[in-house]
């Protein structure tokens, strides 16, 4: 009879900074669950599902419809207090987040971020200002500049 070997996949809690910690587990490859608690407000974030990036206030998702893919920007605890979506011309792939390759924040309304775009999926860099907008169109900003950092 073999031995049974049982592997439990514990959360991962790091902690982002004095009032707020980050929880997540994964579900393999390229899956992440994760939600925030407030410490000093004792409240629980929902679940998000594979988020690009966080800044300890606001997290960036992404999601598609009909091949069109949006960049979901929205506070950690609540969608009402802030949320808004930037279009932006990502190549269609069968998991939006391979579409995506790089993401950071420049500050606490900008982000840069390197997608795959075309047939040909070709990388473009663009320079997105999320700050109280709806709905963009795809290459509003216009392209990177590595010049102007």
């Not at 579900?27 to 966080?54: K, M, R, T």
């Not at 300890?56 to 009402?80: H, K, M, P």
Request: glycine share 6%; aromatic share 14%; with cysteine.
């Amino acid at each position: 009879m073999k031995d049974e070997i049982v592997v439990r996949i514990d959360p991962q809690i790091r902690c982002v900074n004095d009032s707020l910690l980050e929880i997540w587990t994964s579900a393999g490859p390229g899956v992440l669950f994760l939600y925030f608690y407030d410490i000093q407000n004792d409240v629980f974030s929902e679940v998000f599902d594979s988020p690009l990036l966080h800044d300890g206030s606001t997290i960036v998702l992404i999601q598609s419809t009909d091949n069109q893919y949006y960049l979901v920007f929205r506070d950690i605890f609540s969608a009402e207090s802030f949320y808004t979506t930037v279009l932006i011309d990502a190549s269609p792939v069968a998991n939006p987040y391979d579409a995506v390759g790089e993401i950071t924040f420049l500050d606490e309304e900008t982000i840069v971020i390197t997608y795959l775009t075309g047939s040909e999926y070709d990388e473009k860099t663009e320079v997105i200002n999320f700050a109280h907008r709806g709905v963009d169109t795809p290459g509003e900003y216009g392209e990177y500049n590595e010049n102007i950092f």
